[in-house]
């Protein structure tokens, strides 16, 4: 049968996902990115193994994402930094650490069914150790117990550094180690790049904006127009619409109207040099929005720690979530956000909010306090399909024929995102095998002393220290 050939608008996860899993089956691919290089959205450090930092959502959502998050790692083991999160339920909020015992305990027996189902799943360590408890008195006797040299090789371990450092009269206990790991972005743009240039189906294009998209023979005509100013059509049988938060200007080009939401949000690069080598991340739970929202600390390499605080003056702003209207399908964003997204931050507001971010994460690490502004924000907006701004799990929709549109809302949607889309093109009869495999020749093929140093080119060039393109566990 013959194959045929696919269009992707945008080269963040959604698209460079799509475009190695067809690739992989045989499809015939062009990659349109608007920037220099892949992965340039929205950051992401986190993946949401079990989605413990939102006890909001749905079991149904959590175990969605535990599900994703086995696949998204076996898809992208060199992006995986192997180190837990510690939930911690701060003294001034009204939850308590025992509401969250029963998803846990559905979590880790879903892992053990998925782990049972396929060895190779077993990506988060041994499902009986997926979660553990720690009260006070543990942590107390782990205060005292040196630091290890290297990659701790157990729970108790991993929790020293945190025992030496906690303020134990700002948590509630028992404080929880689950298993959700983190995620290094840099890593990702560079794997991604060095795939997807040895992979003879796929054409990419950077620098490369598509500027209009019309209906044509069945498929669809795509103009872009290059960073130089070369310009030229593209003809597809499939177009993919992988824009991120510019999913809607997609929609518009082809006059089709759908509800969804932007969020415009950041995360802030701090420096502690007195830092312990190795951390796991640590989130103190709290209202979103709210002066005591989430607070996310997020170890990388070389001393440096991400921070998310959700509340208005950090993470958050105001205005910074935007509807479509009956007009358009593109939520409108302040201009300010789009300016930063496109130019970068003022020196000044960066200097300010990161701060903040330190003073609020200190107020449970004193010694953090010491921390200074490590790089730029890590930041951009997220797009939400609908109008439900918790929804936490989304893929990809099929509004018309040929047409996929990704709105994935956390990375590791993307791998059940490509099996759809491969599922369809398979329906339309353009592609002859409807599933991708689990893990793909191309990434397979890496080698890591490649992968390292582009990922360090990539950070350097966003303006970012370059040990945060290393993991700190690999
Ligand atoms: C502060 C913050 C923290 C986050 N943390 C996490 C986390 O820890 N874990 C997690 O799973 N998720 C996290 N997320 C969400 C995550 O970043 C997004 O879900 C994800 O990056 C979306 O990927 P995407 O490929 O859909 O979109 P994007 O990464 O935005 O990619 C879209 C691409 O399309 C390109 N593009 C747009 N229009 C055109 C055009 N006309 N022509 C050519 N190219 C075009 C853009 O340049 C862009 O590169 C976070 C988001 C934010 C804002």
Known sequence: ???????????????????????????????????ASLVGGPPFCHLHAGGNLYREISDDQCVALLRQSVEFARLYPFVVDRRPTVIAVPTRDEGSPEALLPRLALLRDEYAKLVAADPANEVLGPPEGYFRLFDEAKLRELAERPLASSPPENAEAWMVPA????????????????????????????????????????????????????????????????????????????????????????????????????????????????????????????????????????????????????????????????????????PRLPETFLEWIEKGWPEEVICERTRRAIDFLAY????????????????????????????RVAEVAFPRARYARCEIVKVSSATDMARAIASDLAAEGLCDAAKPPATLPALEALEEAAVAKEAARIALSRGYPEAMASLNVG
């Open 1 to 35: 049968m013959e194959k045929g050939h696919v269009a992707i608008v945008g080269g963040g996860v959604a698209g460079v996902t799509a475009a190695l899993a067809l690739g992989t089956l045989g499809v015939r691919v062009t990659l349109f990115e608007k920037g």
């Open 163 to 330: 025992a030496k450092r906690l303020d134990v009269s700002k948590v509630k206990f028992p404080l929880i180690l689950v298993q959700e790991y983190g995620l290094n972005m840099f890593r990702l743009a560079a794997g991604a790049k060095l795939a997807l240039e040895a992979m003879e189906e796929v054409d990419l294009r950077l620098e490369t904006s598509v500027t209009g998209i019309e209906p044509a023979h069945g498929g669809y005509r795509l103009a872009w127009r290059g960073r130089g100013g070369e310009s030229g059509i593209c003809e597809a049988d499939y177009l993919i619409n992988a824009a991120g938060f510019l999913t809607g200007s997609i929609d518009d080009m082809l006059g089709i109207r759908e509800k969804r939401m932007v969020e415009f949000k950041a995360a802030y690069t701090s420096l502690w040099r007195d830092r312990e080598r190795f951390w796991p991340e640590v989130i103190f739970h709290g209202k979103r929005g709210t002066p005591r929202g989430m607070g996310q600390f997020t170890p990388y390499a070389g001393g440096y720690v991400q921070l998310h605080g959700m509340t208005k003056e950090i993470t958050l702003f105001e205005n910074g979530l935007a509807a479509s209207t009956e007009e358009s399908s593109q």
């Open 364 to 391: 449970f690490i004193p010694g953090f306090a010491e921390a200074e502004v490590g790089g730029p924000p890590l930041f951009g907006a997220q797009q939400i399909p609908g109008d439900d701004p918790e929804l």
